[in-house]
């Protein structure tokens, strides 16, 4: 029997968890499959996976290869050209297919912590992150977002993820915005913007009764720390993580996710690593 083998591909990857979460799910499933890491940037993606035996089953894609396993594929599902990128490539006999999973994490960390309806929300950064998050927010029932950023021009790629997925975006400029008013005002934040610039902000940002900080280190971060003193509900990055972890096991397994175990590695691994 052929050793199936699946890896997770970026620069840098060295720190990354997805192993941990596809080995003991692949484990707990009675699959002999072996998955690593293989850094890669973004220009080296067509070769890599080119390269890449009929053994190979799959990749999860990290930053900064997403844009490029969008490109590579020969089908792409819907929600990933919708974002713009994709985080999953599964093979399919000589093709390779792309997804986002992504937006399964940004959906399933939210509903973990009892996000079930609402109509307004709240979006920080404009990111590759932000895209997901903007799909995700959509299949939510989110409708209108009020995207703010420090730099208006740079919207341009999540302003066209919003218009695929038929979410009505407002962008505003982080300087003249009053953050503490329209966070108060919306049912979900996201914040995607790496911790240390949300010092000023996390109190404002825990305005909100949901908010999705998808940064977990340096943990806790300022926002996960206002909305803990808040009383909000928070979800983070690592909630983020398994739940995009579990359809990409799901895609390239067939089988359902373990999620129950996939958690309890994740934990473990925090620990050792704390």
């Keep these: 029997m052929v050793l199936r083998k699946a890896a997770v591909i970026g620069k840098p990857i060295e720190h990354s968890l997805s192993p941990v979460l596809h080995n003991a799910a692949y484990a707990a499933l009675g699959l002999d499959w072996d998955y690593t890491r293989l850094e890669c940037a973004e220009a080296d993606v067509p070769d890599l996976v080119s390269g890449l035996g009929p053994e ?58 009892g996000f079930s309806e609402g109509t307004n929300g709240v979006v920080l950064g404009a990111g590759g992150t932000a895209t997901a998050a903007l799909a995700g927010l959509a299949d939510l029932g989110v409708k209108t977002v009020s995207l703010v950023v420090r730099d208006p021009s740079r919207a341009g790629e999540a302003l066209e993820t919003a218009s695929r997925v038929g979410v009505e975006v407002e962008v505003l400029e982080l300087s003249s915005v009053d ?94 690593r704390s």
């Design 56 to 113: 190979w089953v799959g990749l999860s894609c990290t930053m900064p290869t997403k844009r490029a396993a969008l490109a590579f594929a020969s089908v792409v599902t819907p929600r990933a050209s919708a974002v713009g990128a994709a985080n999953t490539l599964v093979r399919n006999g000589s093709e390779w297919h792309a997804d986002c999973t992504d937006v399964d994490g940004v959906v399933g960390a939210l509903r973990e912590k």
């Design 179 to 272: 953050l503490p008013l329209l966070c108060g005002a919306a049912d979900v934040v996201v914040s995607t913007v790496p911790a240390e610039a949300t010092v000023p902000l996390a109190a404002a940002l825990a305005r909100a009764p949901y908010v999705l900080d998808v940064i977990y280190h340096p943990w806790p971060t300022p926002v996960a720390a206002a909305v803990q003193e808040s009383g909000a509900r928070l979800a983070t990055g690592l909630d983020m993580l398994l739940h995009q972890a579990f359809g990409q096991v799901e895609q390239f397994t067939g089988k359902p996710a373990p999620q129950d175990v996939m958690r309890r590695a994740l934990a473990a691994a925090l620990a050792a």
